[in-house]
């Protein structure tokens, strides 16, 4: 099933992302990157999913060059030419979906090409949400659906803060990382079981006074980051 992947997409699923890292330290791909890194710049289907603090036509530019996708929250006083419009199903929460292109001469400049700006309405909290995104292969629903996901992002990083016990990363590889949130959401899991076996009445940070939200107890031993990490 497509699910909405790209033909280049499905294929890289076949591809060990282990033996292409190999091939960039080999020849040292990444040495002088400054913002797209070898992987990234190969994969044709990645998206971009940013807030309208984070437009940037340039960097945006940038990723379309690099055959990447982004989709990304509009601001109100960006100006925006409307080229042609496309038929919406507005029981879906869209309101409109246009081909546009920057009517401003310092933004246009940077970024020449059409982009694309679908109009939502989300019914949950009341807000119409306008983005512009480089696709104008997926509907529209599905490009206001990908910036959702990255609200979902955001409260899982806001529940790590907020329930794990980790104020700082001992590494900063993805295995390290990794190994780190899985050793904090199993600590506190066998908390819970404990509480609930025990029948406490107490919240899991009484449990636990000595441990205060948000931090990690110092190593005064620790010397520097893993990076073998657990396998």
Known sequence: MNAGQTVFSQLLDHLPSYEFQKCVERYRGDAHHRGLSCRDQYLAG????????YIDFE???????????????????????????????????????????????????????????????????????VFLTNNFTLPALTIAQIYKQRWQVELFFKWIKQHLRIKAFYGTSENAVKTQIWIAVSVDVLVAIVRKRLGIEGGLYQILPDSQPNSVPENPHFTGTSRDGLR
């Open 59 to 129: 960097r945006l530019h940038a990723f379309t060059l690099s055959l990447a996708f982004f989709v990304v929250r509009t601001k109100e006083n960006v100006l925006l030419q409307r080229r042609s419009s496309r038929p919406v199903d507005k029981s879906t929460g869209v309101r409109s979906d246009q081909t546009v292109v920057l009517a401003a001469i310092g933004s246009a400049s940077v970024y020449p090409d059409t982009l694309r700006r679908v109009s939502y309405f989300d019914v949950v909290t009341g807000k119409r949400l």
């Open 46 to 53: 990645a998206f971009y999913v940013m807030d309208r603090g």
